[in-house]
């Protein structure tokens, strides 16, 4: 079982869709989370932390529950510019080692 | 302030060729990362360092060494290439604050042939 665990995708949508993305971790020691983005071809960037009492960045929200160990990303209003892949991301310990999930690629289309 | 950067960005290996790919960063950061990255999973560990003159395995480690003579400089060393270690692979670099984010070079996309 991959300790990081994503939907691949692709999510097709229509531009000023409302899009969600799930993801599932195992190890329940890990302490903080992410979504990063990564754009074709290119490297990861940090998109946002994950707290458990939700986070909001403009028109991305994120979501913790430590209980069913999920993770989820909703995108509103989403744009063109908002195709990419999507990795959940765990912290795994003290020397800031991330686990990656596989990433979940988003296409929106106009 | 360049950031994270890495070279090559793209090379052409033989079956049995050596290479080193080297990671740079100019944050005075502490920890440092080698990445691999393959088509449906995502990114893998090879070697982190958690500072200068230190390294310890990752995920991944079978094949690679590694060297961290400066802070500033993370190398990445394939003895004798194989292609299953034809991939992309990324640095990354964090500072000590847990959860910090980690900034990530541009790639080196490695072919073994």
Request: charged share 20%; aromatic share 12%.
């Amino acid at each position: 079982r991959k300790e990081v665990e994503q939907d691949p995708g692709p999510f097709n949508v229509p531009e000023g869709a409302t899009v969600a993305f799930n993801c599932t971790y195992s190890n329940s020691a890990s302490q903080s989370f992410f979504w990063y983005r990564q754009d074709c071809r290119k490297e990861p960037k940090l998109l946002m932390s994950v707290y458990s009492s939700g986070n909001e960045d403009g028109r991305f929200t994120a979501q913790l529950n430590r209980a069913s160990q999920y993770i989820s990303l909703l995108i509103r209003d989403s744009k063109l510019s908002d195709s990419a892949t999507y990795l959940c991301v765990a912290l795994w310990d003290g020397y800031n080692k991330l686990i990656f999930g596989a990433g979940t690629r988003l296409a929106v289309h106009p | 302030n360049a950031g994270v950067t890495q070279t090559p960005k793209f090379r052409v290996l033989k079956t049995g060729q050596s290479m080193t790919l080297l990671c740079a960063q100019d944050m005075n950061h502490e920890y440092m990362y080698w990445y691999r990255q393959d088509p449906g999973m995502g990114l893998r560990l090879i070697h982190y360092s958690v500072g200068e003159g230190t390294t310890a395995k990752g995920e991944v480690p079978d094949g690679y060494n590694v060297s961290r003579l400066k802070k500033q400089n993370f190398l990445l060393g394939l003895e004798s290439a194989a292609p299953s270690q034809t991939s992309v692979y990324f640095c990354a670099s964090t500072r000590l604050e847990s959860g910090d984010t980690q900034y990530f070079g541009p790639g080196t996309r490695l072919t073994v042939l």
